[in-house]
């Protein structure tokens, strides 16, 4: 019920391509859903979220789109870039009070130029 | 310039000996969190506090202590009870803007026990 599944694990695209990185949940009570880039050796970076609310928000080449009622969400980018070669996780807010979040194991992604 | 600072970077020690992993923050942000990062594995909570001089466990807060005396500080020890310690050692701390949650980590420290 407070865990996030991720895929896929890793991800080849070449420069300009589409990536897609697909979260899934379990538990309804999630009601925001970010998005994590991190880079080696540094601390994760918040990229872009949403709310269950609505189905899309796009920032830049960074998309999310979810979907409630398959409890699903993904983050798609865009004319993918070499410099986008990181980690993403995906993450849901398990807590408001506490804002405790809970985390995808991630996905590394390398963009071939 | 406002932000999480976490230290050392890299962290040796050898087995048996507790160690305690620095961060710090300016942002003046109430929460604090502490996160261990494994290899293939998502960020896992260790200890997180709401306000100084309260803090509650996380998911994995065995052989871990915390203490949260000072608002922007937030010290994790990794005592010599944890059976796995060799990790990735992440803090973070967060706000809530008008219902947008965000956690902001620090840089990390690399914590390795031989």
């Known amino acids: 019920q407070q865990q996030v599944k991720q895929s896929p694990q890793s991800l080849i695209v070449q420069k300009g391509g589409i990536s897609i990185i697909n979260c899934a949940y379990e538990?309804?009570?999630?009601?925001?859903f970010p998005w994590y880039q991190q880079f080696p050796g540094k601390g994760p970076a918040l990229l872009i979220a949403i709310r269950p609310d609505v189905s899309e928000k796009k920032e830049g080449r960074f998309t999310i789109s979810f979907n409630k009622s398959a409890k699903q969400f993904s983050l798609h980018i865009m004319d993918s870039q070499p410099g986008d070669s990181a980690t993403y996780f995906c993450a849901a807010l398990i807590d408001n009070y506490g804002q405790n979040f809970v985390f995808g194991p991630g996905t590394r992604l390398s963009v071939l130029p | 310039d406002g932000g999480i600072t976490q230290s050392p970077k890299y962290l040796f020690r050898k087995e048996g000996q507790n160690v305690t992993l620095s961060c710090e923050q300016n942002?003046?942000?109430?929460?604090m969190y502490w996160y261990r990062q494994d290899p293939g594995q998502g960020l896992r909570l260790i200890y997180y506090s709401q306000i100084v001089n309260d803090f509650q466990k996380g998911d994995i807060a065995e052989g871990y202590s915390v203490s949260r005396e000072k608002k922007e500080s937030f010290p994790l020890t990794v005592t010599s009870a944890q059976n796995n310690p060799t990790a990735f050692y992440l803090c973070?701390?967060?706000?809530?803007?008008?219902?947008?949650?965000?956690?902001?980590f620090g840089p990390g420290t690399r914590l390795t026990v031989t």
């Open positions: 942002l003046n942000h109430d929460a």
């Open positions: 538990n309804t009570a999630f009601d925001y």
């Open positions: 973070a701390s967060s706000t809530n803007s008008g219902g947008a949650y965000e956690q902001y």
